[in-house]
């Protein structure tokens, strides 16, 4: 969880990652963001996230992004 | 038959009641059949291409369906381990893969063809005999609507691909998805999933319903005929004629070329709303006040919002997680450019789907280069974010009602100098952009030339009326539906405001005197 915290601090440091729940809806994330945080957990997961996993349901908390990428370690 | 016409308010009308007439569960095929009526009205050779792209999609989409059951089956039968399974998911992966980029190639195949052979051949040309000059056109039947029930269709084969949802077994019913009328000449674009819900439920009659579709319905005549036609020579004028409508009059053409935009296209999609709701049939919106927007990206969010919907989804998403940006990113990376490799498959996709929606929009580089100049103006903005951002926290007070204002003016005119490169050509806009800084004066609304635009001062009382109304009506959307805070309106007040409405529409409508009132500008997509 650490890592993927500093990855979306990195990308925007003005947002309360551990409470918030609406990162998608809100468009506190916006679509260039979202990529550039897919990318990132390429890199430090070592998973590729599918386009058709990008959906608000998986990117709306940091939590529901957590358990993403473990159901992509799984599979993988 | 455009839809501010009375051909088709009598239309509608007649569907209309037949809608509620017949039993319920005939009622969709009732509106394939309107449907089909409505798009054959102008030749049934028209009919033809939709229907291509229906059974082709139809057909294609239930074989994916069919390679899935059969891999389904497949590993609850033979429970095979786990490298078997994933050497089976990739055969039949490729497997719809085949399938649906045949149904892609063929039918942008069809798209291509019908819309950029001309744009193709007109630039071959320029190329290979410049001296020569002469094009030869092709005179094409352009189907109404083809770029729209196009990618709606192409929407609905990518997600069976995916897994998304089961495909659609009944062919009629997948004819009125791709052919339903109110939709299919300017959007929305619909997904599948949530249109056939809608399409194929049985509706009973809804007097509230009906009401809301028709104030809808009203308000849409409204935008379109008082003030988008109103606005249409004038800016045609402005626009055409750089030399002449210069300095200040650029600003004007500006201004007036993005509300006549908005007018019309929001406008269209009051009326294709509206008539839905009569029938029961909701669609998703596609206008979200956007110059309420504090940047250019939110701008589009809230902009032709099923398009760009569309193009997120099926091009931005796929082609920055796609294995080529992957290996620019790792590429980049090695090198040493450790935030650019992060960047790269963002601002890779963003070109791409600018470049696209450019295409989409026109075959011309007009808008080629209006695309792009779009997806550099956002990609500019996101180098610039982390600045914005350091900026609101050292000076929180930034953060303000009125610096929000400045935000929404600023993106508002922004989003107009770019509409620039559509009707300028690419070198002229730079030039009116400096000669309207350098000789634009106020004084010049003075000097004849606005007289001149064929607007009286009734025109411009009534546009600042209408423009006003638009305003409040947008603030008050803010807070929730309109149509609902005035059905909560005693009735006195809720009739005299869609009485005034009305009478506005009927005297103050722009009803031929030169104006083209029968089509609507993204009609031509």
């Known amino acids: ?76 | 038959m455009s839809l501010v016409s009375y051909e088709f308010l009598a239309f509608f009308a007649v569907a209309a009641v037949l809608y509620y007439i017949v039993p319920k569960r005939f009622q969709w095929i009732l509106l394939l059949a309107v449907s089909f009526l409505f798009y054959a009205g102008g030749g049934v050779v028209y009919l033809l291409y939709p229907l291509i792209t229906a059974v082709s999609t139809w057909f294609l989409a239930l074989r994916i369906g069919k390679a899935d059951s059969a891999a389904q089956a497949y590993i609850q039968e033979q429970k095979p381990d786990k490298e078997q399974k994933k050497a089976y998911q990739a055969r039949i992966r490729k497997r719809k893969m085949r399938l649906m980029m045949a149904g892609i190639l063929l039918n942008f195949g069809i798209l291509a063809v019908l819309k950029y052979t001309n744009f193709l051949l007109g630039n071959l040309s320029v190329l290979f005999s410049p001296e020569d000059g002469a094009v030869r056109q092709i005179s094409w039947v352009l189907p109404l609507g083809i770029s729209y029930y196009t990618f709606q269709t192409m929407g609905y084969l990518i997600d069976v691909f995916r897994g998304r949802y089961k495909p659609e077994r009944n062919l009629f019913r997948f004819m009125l998805f791709v052919t339903y009328f109110p939709q299919m000449i300017s959007g929305p674009i619909s997904c599948f999933d949530q249109l056939r819900k809608e399409l194929f439920e049985e509706h009973s009659f809804d007097g509230t319903k009906i009401t809301f579709g028709l104030w809808r319905i009203l308000w849409g005549f409204f935008k379109k005929l008082v003030i988008a036609d109103r606005l249409a020579s004038a800016v045609a004028m402005i626009t055409v004629s750089p030399d002449t409508y210069d300095g200040i009059y650029v600003l004007i053409g500006m201004l007036g070329y993005t509300l006549q935009l908005y007018a019309d296209f929001s406008g269209c999609m009051d009326i294709v709303i509206g008539v839905s709701q009569c029938f029961g049939i909701r669609l998703p919106e596609n206008f979200q006040r956007p110059f309420g927007a504090k940047n250019l990206s939110e701008f589009w969010r809230r902009w032709h919002m099923t398009l760009t919907g569309w193009f997120r989804e099926y091009i931005f998403f796929p082609v920055s997680t796609s294995r080529f940006c992957k290996t620019v990113s790792r590429l980049a990376g090695k090198l040493g450019m450790k935030k650019g490799s992060k960047k790269l498959p963002v601002y890779i996709a963003n070109l791409l789907v600018w470049l696209v929606t450019g295409i989409w929009h026109g075959a011309s580089w007009n808008f080629i280069l209006w695309g792009l100049a779009n997806g550099i103006v956002m990609m500019v903005s996101q180098e610039f974010t982390g600045l914005y951002r350091s900026f609101h926290r050292r000076f929180p007070k930034t953060d303000g009602k009125a610096y929000g204002v400045f935000e929404k003016v600023r993106t508002g005119l922004l989003f107009a100098v770019l509409l620039m490169f559509q009707y300028y050509p690419f070198g002229t806009v730079f030039v009116m952009l400096g000669n309207l800084f350098m000789t634009g004066r106020p004084s010049q609304l003075f000097d004849g030339r606005l007289a001149g635009l064929g607007l009286t001062a009734a025109d411009f009382i009534v546009l600042a009326v209408g423009l006003i109304l638009v305003l409040l009506i947008g603030i008050l959307q803010e807070t929730g539906s309109v149509r609902l805070k005035l059905a909560e309106k005693p009735l006195v007040v809720r009739y005299t405001a869609i009485f005034l409405l009305f009478v506005m529409v009927l005297v103050a409508g722009c009803y031929g005197h030169g104006y083209d009132a029968s089509q609507f500008i993204y009609n031509q997509f």
């Open chain 1, 1 to 76: 969880m650490d890592e993927l915290l500093e990855i979306l601090n990195d990308i925007n440091p003005d947002v309360d990652y551990e409470t918030n729940e609406h990162l998608v809806d809100d468009e506190i994330l916006t679509s260039f963001e979202l990529v550039m945080l897919v990318t990132q957990i390429r890199d430090v997961f070592d998973v590729s996230v599918p386009s058709e996993a990008i959906v608000p349901e998986n990117f709306n908390s940091a939590q529901a992004i957590m358990r993403l990428i473990g159901r992509l370690q799984e599979d993988e």
